[in-house]
């Protein structure tokens, strides 16, 4: 990320942490189910639920999350994880990967948008921010966006404004946070990615509040 860059991540999160507590007050924006019992068999998809260690749940503040690796019939793994924010007016607020995964030993090669199909949802497309990750020989494509009161959003600065928009115009600054990541080359492990989002998308919305 370039200085300017930075520099104007820094501002927005200064402006809207400022905001936040200026308008701050009570939310009870819940999921609509609890992520607890977000399926485990997705279309072809088995997954197998895994947890961090309390440490990382403590950084995180996630009042609801789920984190599963996924094996194709063919034995292709995508890894799926959900957080789930009532509230970021009292500093609890979502963690961009683009700062997580270096201090983590993954050197971030590309940063892009990409576009994804989804049908019946969304004009059946969407945009996401996919990274390329390397640490020695390991790689991996991960896909993430911010679920934001009804919008997908793949930009941080963007995220950062919408929550501010939101909490006064809405009183609301609930939101989730999704990541997909797959390993191996570059095109292989993004079509496995595209696949497992078409099946995950309508889920979602039976679990992140609109």
Not at 24 to 41: A, D, L, T, V
Not at 176 to 182: H, K
Request: aromatic residues 12%; proline residues 4%.
């Amino acid at each position: 990320m370039s200085l300017k860059h930075s520099i104007i991540a820094s501002a927005l999160m200064i402006f809207a942490m400022l905001a936040l507590q200026y308008f701050s007050h009570s939310e009870e924006i819940h999921p609509n189910k609890p992520f607890s019992g977000f399926p485990k068999q997705i279309g072809q998809w088995s997954g197998k639920q895994m947890f961090f260690d309390k440490k990382i749940y403590d950084v995180l503040g996630v009042d609801d999350s789920f984190l599963a690796n996924y094996a194709a019939p063919n034995g292709k793994i995508v890894q799926l994880y959900i957080g789930f924010y009532q509230s970021q007016r009292e500093g609890d607020m979502i963690h961009s990967p683009k700062n997580c995964m270096p201090g983590a030993g993954w050197n971030i090669v590309q940063t892009s948008i990409e576009e994804l199909d989804t049908p019946g949802l969304y004009s059946g497309k969407i945009s996401v921010i996919k990274l390329l990750l390397e640490k020695g020989n390991q790689k991996q494509v991960m896909l993430y966006w911010f679920h934001s009161r009804g919008r997908i959003i793949a930009s941080e600065y963007l995220q950062k404004v919408y929550l501010v928009i939101d909490s006064i115009t809405r009183h609301r600054t609930d939101e989730s946070f999704v990541r997909l990541i797959a390993y191996g080359e570059e095109a292989e492990a993004l079509n496995n990615l595209k696949d497992f989002t078409k099946l995950l998308m309508p889920l979602l919305h039976e679990y992140i509040p609109s």
